[in-house]
């Protein structure tokens, strides 16, 4: 409606900046907070991919397909465990691997709720696998937990990707995240478990 109003005023698309400064309703905050939230994790699935194709010296043409024919996380998160036991790995790099398979598995479960649909955001009752829409409030997600992970699976994924530069040697003046050590610490310093409440 409004791009028809625009085109009619012979205005056309609006600039970047009058975009940001238009209002944004709390729902729109909410499934942006969510567009967020599942961003993250894309990355933390594109992240324990190239570890997959780094672990297996398989070529993307090889790597790719194997990893992506398990269907869920947990799978791909199998295959990788089955690629660190076939192999001489560099010690820092094996430890950091397992510290970070450790930690995302705990953060699984509410990514699954997220992506599955088996929940409600405040206000916003979404079909699941409620009957009940009191109980689907009662374990509504609020954006500020949307949030919440959205920047935990950020920071999970930045380490993991500076941890993946560290082991083919590239390396910033990053003093927190400098060595694979320090990858590890970071890692394992996060919180061990996510949930909506």
């Not at 094996?94 to 970070?100: D, H, R, V």
């Not at 954006?143 to 390396?171: K, P």
């Amino acid at each position: 409606m409004r791009r028809a109003r625009l085109k009619a005023e012979g205005r056309g698309p609006l600039p970047l900046n009058e975009l940001l400064d238009l209002p944004i309703h709390n729902t729109d905050r909410t499934l942006l907070a969510f567009g967020r939230a599942m961003a993250a994790w894309a990355r933390i699935e594109v992240g324990f991919y190239t570890w997959f194709e780094h672990i297996t010296a398989f070529d993307m043409r090889q790597a790719k397909p194997i990893y992506y024919s398990a269907t869920n996380f947990k799978s791909r998160l199998d295959l990788l465990r089955a690629a660190i036991e076939g192999v001489q790995l560099d010690r820092a790099e094996e430890t950091f691997i397992k510290a970070a398979m450790d930690v995302v598995i705990r953060y699984n479960s509410f990514r699954n709720k997220l992506a599955h649909g088996e929940f409600t955001f405040d206000g916003l009752l979404i079909e699941g696998k409620h009957v009940d829409r009191r109980q689907a409030r009662a374990e509504a997600i609020s954006a500020e937990q949307l949030q919440r992970f959205a920047a935990l699976a950020t920071e999970f994924s930045t380490i993991l990707s500076r941890a993946y530069d560290l082991a083919f040697g590239v390396s910033e003046d990053d003093d927190n995240l400098a060595t694979l050590e320090k990858c590890t610490e970071q890692m394992k310093a996060l919180p061990r478990t996510f949930t909506s409440r």
